[in-house]
T-cell receptor, first 115, second 112 residues
Framework: DAGVIQSPRHEVTEMGQEVTLRCKPI?????LFWYRQTMMRGLELLIY????????DSGMPEDRFSAKMPNASFSTLKIQPSEPRDSAVYFC?????????????FGSGTQLSVL | AQSVAQPEDQVNVAEGNPLTVKCTYS??????LFWYVQYPNRGLQFLLK??????LVKGSYGFEAEFNKSQTSFHLKKPSALVSDSALYFC??????????FGTGTRLTVIP
């Protein structure tokens, strides 16, 4: 298996533009997580899905952020409009089951820079 | 509130010496505890986990961690450090929900 695949690896955009980050989880995994990593705040959970259904989006910072999982093999995280403070590395992760003791498999992340 | 603390931002150790990366947790109920490692420009990789049973857990690359309930700690250890162990290490915990709380990370540098 190729692991969790994220695209793009790097995104540079201007303030106010829409940004869409993409994630393909490992086949057979039914939990998907979006994390944001910054120097100041470390790793923050933004949202997670079980069986394509959003379970907890309390970590989504504002209405400018939205996430979807239309099927088991694809998820998007959208920021509209983007702001410089959104600059961070965004990670997608998936796991085998809905139980909490399963390890997460992380993608390589998307480095987002908003100018 | 549930949280994980890694009190050291940076740990330096000489190659061949034992290393310890500290972690304490605050989780209601029985904790599930994890260690992950992050190499530059990569996502986090699972190292080991404690769910129940033996307090000493062995993981990948020769790492191990000891669960101490009375001290609410889960320190990561390795008997002999390698230069290739240099990376960012994250402790994480949850209490049965699907939300993992991560610590702020500890940067380990192994000096040749």
């Amino acid at each position: 298996d190729a692991g969790v695949i994220q695209s793009p690896r790097h995104e540079v955009t201007e303030m106010g533009q829409e940004v869409t980050l993409r994630c393909k989880p490992i086949s057979g995994h039914n939990s998907l997580f979006w994390y944001r990593q910054t120097m100041m705040r470390g790793l923050e959970l933004l949202i997670y899905f079980n069986n394509n259904v959003p379970i907890d989006d309390s970590g989504m910072p504002e209405d400018r952020f939205s996430a979807k999982m239309p099927n088991a093999s694809f998820s998007t995280l959208k920021i509209q409009p983007s702001e410089p403070r959104d600059s961070a590395v965004y990670f997608c992760a998936s796991s085998l089951a809905t139980v909490a003791n399963e390890k997460l498999f992380f993608g390589s992340g998307t480095q987002l820079s908003v100018l | 509130a549930q949280s994980v603390a890694q009190p050291e931002d940076q740990v330096n150790v000489a190659e061949g010496n034992p290393l310890t990366v500290k972690c304490t947790y605050s989780v209601s109920g029985n904790p599930y505890l994890f260690w992950y490692v992050q190499y530059p420009n990569r996502g986090l990789q699972f190292l080991l986990k404690y769910i129940t049973g033996d307090n000493l857990v062995k993981g990948s690359y020769g790492f191990e961690a000891e669960f101490n309930k009375s001290q609410t700690s889960f320190h990561l250890k390795k008997p002999s450090a390698l230069v290739s162990d240099s990376a960012l290490y994250f402790c994480a915990a949850n209490a049965g929900a699907n939300n993992l709380f991560f610590g702020t990370g500890t940067r380990l540098t192994v000096i040749p």
